[in-house]
């Protein structure tokens, strides 16, 4: 059995790309600051929002379902609540792993994830764990 710490880093080796549920545009929230971070660091990123057109200079998706490539990492940035739904979606989308960041934590989510097969981290931070870590994006 894998540790959360073995899982971040599994994914933070594996994952070269992460998709962002409930990124922002506002370079003062989180959810715009870590992916911006995470982009500095070398990760692509490709941001999901409903109300936005780009967010960190990339092209905004509505829904995970309107990213038109094959989803890996989904990071989510969003309720508590929403974090099944966002689960959902992401094994609708065929995505791989799913992060939920610092303060979200969802059992039906971690449930969800299991039974897909999904990498799985909840109430943990991106930056933090890249920090910690020391590691860089995986080259593609």
Sequence with gaps: ?????????????????????GASANPS???NEV?????????????VNP??????????????ADVPEQVGLVDVFRPAEDAAEVARQAVAAGATALWLQLGISS????????????LYVEDRCLIIEQRRTGLVAPKS
């Design 29 to 31: 929230k989180a959810a």
């Design 1 to 21: 059995m894998s540790t959360t710490d073995d899982v971040v880093e599994q994914i933070l080796r594996t994952y070269d790309t992460i998709t962002v549920v």
């Design 51 to 64: 109300h936005a057109d780009e967010i960190v200079g990339e092209k905004v998706y509505r829904t995970l």
């Design 107 to 118: 059992e039906e989510a971690r449930a969800i994830a299991d039974d897909a097969g999904l």
């Design 35 to 47: 992916p911006a971070y995470m982009a500095e660091h070398g990760w692509r990123i490709i941001p």
